[in-house]
Nanobody
Framework: QVRLVESGGGLVQAGGSLRLACTAS????????MGWYRQAPGKQRELVAD???????NYADSVKGRFTISRDNAKNTVYLQMNSLKPEDTAVYLC??????????WGRGTQVTVSS
């Protein structure tokens, strides 16, 4: 099993910044992709950004140019730097990790609230 623990959420005004962190523990070998998803009330969960073990990144169009995903393999941690936040970024942000086998794991999420 893999345990994912998110941190860094909170309340911020529009235009502000937050940095989320997700630390993986447990049987973390062969994790290929780590990423961030978000889910707002009444909406489907959507991919925000992900990063492969070779540091290839992928972003949702809605966050390109504002969010940056990175990973520190020595700390088993993936980060999401969020700048120029908008009220529509308000959601629970969930960390995801996927093994080479395709088996995926989820964190419990951290709330991000952007006030207008």
């Amino acid at each position: 099993q893999v345990r994912l623990v998110e941190s860094g959420g909170g309340l911020v005004q529009a235009g502000g910044s937050l940095r989320l962190a997700c630390t993986a523990s447990g049987f973390i070998s062969n994790i290929n992709v780590m990423g961030w998803y978000r889910q707002a009330p009444g909406k489907q969960r959507e991919l925000v950004a992900d990063i492969t073990s070779s540091d290839r990144t992928n972003y949702a169009d809605s966050v390109k140019g504002r969010f940056t995903i990175s990973r520190d393999n020595a700390k088993n941690t993936v980060y999401l730097q969020m700048n120029s936040l908008k009220p529509e970024d308000t959601a629970v942000y969930l960390c995801n990790a996927v093994r080479l086998t395709g088996l995926g794991f989820w964190g419990r999420g951290t709330q991000v609230t952007v006030s207008s």
